[in-house]
């Protein structure tokens, strides 16, 4: 009896015959992706005070400034900074989801203090 000779042919990576699913490209995760990344780049705010009797220095605050937070700027959403006695910071939700929660903490990255990024109040975000 002659043996046939049959080259044996590994699988690559030792994936084997089993087809792995890429979970990404599903339509269900692609919606969920879609669903919570922000709707544009973020816009800086446009202060319209220029009485500086009122305290508002809204003109004073850069880019930089902003870029020191380490929270994002999105055009959807909408917060209010509030200090406490402890130089922290606290940080409201949009006014009609958690208005009520308040979490404080810091605000700013290592190395910067709230004095540092001289935050004002900020009306509203174009």
Known sequence: MEFQEKEVILAPNRRGCKKISDKSTWKREVEKSKRYVAKGPPKIPQCVHRNLKQGYKCNELTTQDYRSWHFKFNASKRFFLR?????????KGEPNYVYEVINYGNVCKRGKSYENIKPTLILEFL
Do not use: R
Request: hydrophobic letters at 10%; proline letters at 0%.
């Open 83 to 91: 200090k406490d006695k402890n130089n922290k910071t606290g940080i």
